[in-house]
């Protein structure tokens, strides 16, 4: 059996370049990944773009989402069926008909909720979001080096409200394939305790990084590759 081609899925406020260290290290154990580059225009959007890449994909794929990269992959994977696997990382995991804002209901307000930005743009009616500069190292990379912050903060894509407040409209890919999840121990831009819930929902394997902001691919890439290793081989 072949091995299966890892699609790395970034979330709002980033780009592919979060995944550069994990696809180092997923490259030194003889896995293939891509990067794709979530639209950031709404979770449908999103979903279908990133299942026509999976559909594109010679083989077997291991869908792997950080944060809102999370509930794309489990649109992605719904319908598709040579995804054979899920790695959620520092995420959000989401069941038919919940959306991102309402999946986070009942556990205190992360520091990422008051640190948004809003921004206008032409052609869109709601306000898109990043995190305010001075802000984005504490709520969101707190344990990257002040390189990677500085960089992370200027590189920040827009994410559209729609990503955050639509729900899921299919059936989860979690219910037909085995799930992973990397849980960031101190993640400042979503809740530990609603990933944990999270994590529980949809079943996964969890490997929790003690003391891990919202950025462990960056600051943990090693451990949050070795996940998703574990995860493709056990699906090969």
């Known amino acids: ?8 899925v970034h979330g709002a406020f980033a780009d592919g370049s979060s995944w550069s260290k994990v696809a180092s290290h997923l490259r030194e154990a003889g896995i293939e ?3 794709v580059s979530n639209p950031l225009r ?7 773009y990133v299942a026509s890449v999976v559909a594109q994909t010679p083989g077997d794929v291991v869908l792997v989402g950080h944060s809102y990269g999370g509930p794309v992959i489990t649109y992605a994977g719904s319908s598709a069926e040579n995804v054979k696997g899920l790695v959620y990382v520092a995420s959000f995991g989401l069941d038919k008909g919940m959306s991102v804002q309402e999946s986070t209901a009942g556990f205190p307000d992360s520091e990422l909720v008051s640190s948004l930005q809003p921004w206008t743009f032409p052609g869109s009616e709601l306000p898109e979001f990043t995190i305010q500069q001075d802000k984005y190292r504490s709520a969101f990379a707190a344990d990257v080096t002040d390189e990677e912050a500085v960089f992370g903060a200027a590189n920040q894509r827009p994410a559209a ?10 059936e989860p890919a979690w219910k037909r394939v085995p799930s992973w999840w990397a849980l960031s121990g101190s993640d400042n831009a979503i809740n530990p305790d609603s990933q944990r819930a999270a994590a529980a929902r949809v079943g996964a394997s969890v490997t929790e990084l003690e003391g891990g902001s919202h950025s462990i691919a960056v600051s943990r890439s090693r451990e949050v590759a070795d ?5 493709v081989r056990a699906v090969s």
Do not use: C, K, N, Y
């Not at 059996?1 to 790395?8: A, D, E, G, I, Y």
């Not at 709404?42 to 279908?48: A, K, R, V």
């Open 161 to 170: 409200a729609l990503a955050l407040g639509e729900p899921l409209a299919v």
């Open 1 to 8: 059996m072949s091995t299966p081609t890892v699609l790395l």
């Open 227 to 231: 996940v998703i290793i574990a995860a």
């Open 42 to 48: 709404g979770l449908s959007f999103d979903g279908e």
């Open 33 to 35: 990944s891509r990067t």
